[in-house]
């Protein structure tokens, strides 16, 4: 199987298995159980990402994330490129200000914290509460409702505050160059067809990346398209810097 046919596949089974997965990832989840004094399973998972992204870049984003995966299924449906607002880009970092200050305050303000994975967990298939149920459904239909607004990753484009968390650490692993897997190209092979700048999901201007020979840009995903799509094999993955 293909590159992309892998990732799709493990994209829809992540938001397939959603309703399993939700309260050991769930970032509201995790606030909740910060609130009441309680580490939750998803500050771990999200401790867990963040670190690995100093390795992988935001593929988190581009190869498991469950609402990444639902925003892929609406945009094969409905296929609405992103729709530039600029005054919404701003939103999502200040949604990530907010929750990293809510997740500090709440830790300091909660003294002792005690672990409990099954927070949130109530009895029965899936074992959910009443909140959970809200939660949940709630997520859904917002990321629902802005892919169908703004188009293409509206909402990891707009509103996400762990793309942000991401991006930052991306920046930090670029700057720094610490080995991790990133983009690389030969810009004199490339014929300017433009057929990456279409096939990337975060509607990145990549033959623009190609052509100044930088292709490292926060809001990448990592997620190979416009490797596999381009007809002269002008953009590949390394790991290491290497000129
Ligand atoms: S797909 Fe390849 S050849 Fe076409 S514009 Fe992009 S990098 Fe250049
Ligand atoms: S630049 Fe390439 S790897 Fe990055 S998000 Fe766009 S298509 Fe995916």
């Not at 293909?2 to 799709?8: A, F, G, L, M």
């Not at 298939?125 to 607004?149: E, G, N, Q, R």
């Not at 692993?173 to 014929?191: T, V």
Request: net charge positive; hydrophobic share 50%.
């Amino acid at each position: 199987m293909k590159r992309q046919q892998i990732r799709s596949a493990i994209l829809i089974l992540s938001f397939l298995i959603m309703s399993v997965t939700f309260v050991y990832i769930s970032p509201v989840i995790m606030m909740m159980g910060l609130s009441q004094g309680v580490i939750a399973a998803g500050l771990i998972f999200w401790i867990l990402m963040f670190i690995l992204a100093f390795i992988f870049g935001r593929s988190f984003c581009g190869y498991a994330c469950p609402t990444g995966a639902e925003q892929m299924i609406i945009d094969r449906a409905v296929k609405i490129n992103i729709r530039p607002v600029p005054y919404l880009r701003p939103l999502k970092y200040l949604f990530a200000i907010l929750w990293v200050g809510s997740i500090t305050l709440l830790t300091i303000a909660a003294g002792n914290l005690i672990f409990n994975p099954l927070f949130q967990m109530g009895i029965g298939i899936p074992p959910w509460t009443l909140a959970t149920y809200v939660v949940f459904y709630a997520i859904l239909l917002v990321v629902f409702a802005i892919a169908l607004v703004l188009g293409r990753r509206g909402f990891c484009n707009y509103f996400c505050p762990m793309s942000v968390v991401f991006m930052v650490i991306t920046k930090i692993k670029d700057l720094l160059r610490i080995p991790s897997l990133h983009l690389k190209a030969q810009p004199d092979d490339c014929i300017h067809c433009k057929k990456c700048d279409t096939s990337c999901p975060m509607s990145l201007s990549v033959e623009e990346m190609v052509k100044s020979d930088r292709m490292q840009n926060p809001e990448c995903i990592l997620c190979g398209s416009c490797v596999d799509i381009c007809p002269k094999q002008v953009i590949r993955f390394a790991w290491l810097w290497k000129k």
